[in-house]
């Protein structure tokens, strides 16, 4: 049931989730809004059309959205989608989660500094020191989680029991951190605007200007994916319902899922992106929020709840 469930939950959910934010955006600026599966419809139009390639590209060009769906993918299958548990779990399978959605996000900055483009390269050279600063923040949780829960993979440590108040704010401030990484990974506001086209702000979509065709499709599949993966995780740490029946379980996390989503949507409509100088100070306040998670379960001694 729980492999089932997860491939269902990987199907159907990335696509929803995006319908869900676009959805509330056009909300709040009196629109109706595109159907919540807009993104599978762009998707299917996508692949039925042929790729156009500048003559200075090489395979790496090519390659780089196949590698960056392809790993997001890969890093779903560690991650309680449904909430009952992931595909595959063994020791230490975070780092291996961080290490593929590094390794995904090196393909997309190698596509886009093969075009030859100053734009591209400028967008490339700006997620390289967002990640710098962000991939700290996914260690200092999971440290945290495990000083605390005792366990060793994502699955479990992603289900504390909240026992005292060092608990409490382990698990408030990774929260915190946590919704700071979905939003960078998944370029989103206030960190970047996955709507924008005015290429001396943009980040994640200047770096696939060139793509077109099934290879535009396999990049906003696969960070339709890595958005329903952050949301997962977040939601699976604050599921209260851990460990009663599965169906519980899953219908709470599946709408906490659906509430992050809204809660993204939003702060894309009521508050403006940062200025490029002040987004560095946003991922630190990421960093923070780990830091103290980490720092309240050494006080307490760690050690399972």
């Not at 319908?19 to 600026?29: D, F, H, L, P, Y």
């Not at 399978?93 to 900055?109: C, E, K, P, Q, S």
């Not at 939003?266 to 980490?294: D, F, H, N, T, W």
């Amino acid at each position: 049931m729980t492999v089932v469930a997860n491939l269902l939950a990987l199907l159907v959910m990335p696509f929803a989730l995006v319908g869900t934010i676009n959805r509330v955006k056009a909300r709040w600026s009196g629109r109706r809004g595109p159907p919540i599966f807009q993104t599978a419809f762009d998707i299917v139009r996508l692949l039925r059309k042929a790729p156009v390639y500048s003559s200075v590209t090489t395979p790496v060009f090519r390659l780089a959205p196949l590698f960056v769906l392809i790993t997001a993918v890969v890093s779903a299958c560690i991650v309680p989608l449904a909430g009952l548990g992931p595909i595959v779990s063994f020791p230490f399978d975070f780092v291996w989660f961080a290490y593929i959605w590094g390794l995904g996000r090196v393909a997309m900055m190698l596509g886009a500094l093969d075009t030859g483009s100053s734009f591209e390269g400028m967008g490339a050279a700006r997620e390289a020191t967002f990640a710098t600063l962000l991939e700290p923040v996914l260690f200092l949780v999971a440290g945290a989680l495990c000083l605390h829960t005792g366990a060793r993979t994502f699955g479990d440590v992603l289900a504390p029991h909240l026992d005292g108040g060092a608990a409490l704010v382990m698990w408030g401030a990774a929260l915190v951190a946590l919704f700071i990484v979905v939003q960078v990974e998944a370029a989103r506001m206030p960190i970047d605007d996955p709507t924008t086209h005015l290429e001396l702000t943009m980040v994640h979509e200047v770096m696939i200007l060139d793509h077109s065709g099934p290879e535009l499709a396999f990049l906003q599949h696969g960070a339709a994916i890595k958005l329903f993966v952050g949301i997962s995780i977040v939601a699976a740490l604050a599921n209260p319902c851990a460990g009663s029946s599965s169906l519980v379980v899953m219908a709470v996390h599946l709408g906490l899922c659906f509430g992050i989503a809204i809660v993204i949507g939003l702060v894309e409509s009521l508050i403006a992106r940062l200025k490029l100088r002040v987004v560095p100070q946003y991922i630190v306040v990421g960093l923070v929020a780990g830091g103290i998670a980490l720092l309240s379960m050494l006080g307490r001694g760690g050690g399972p709840g």
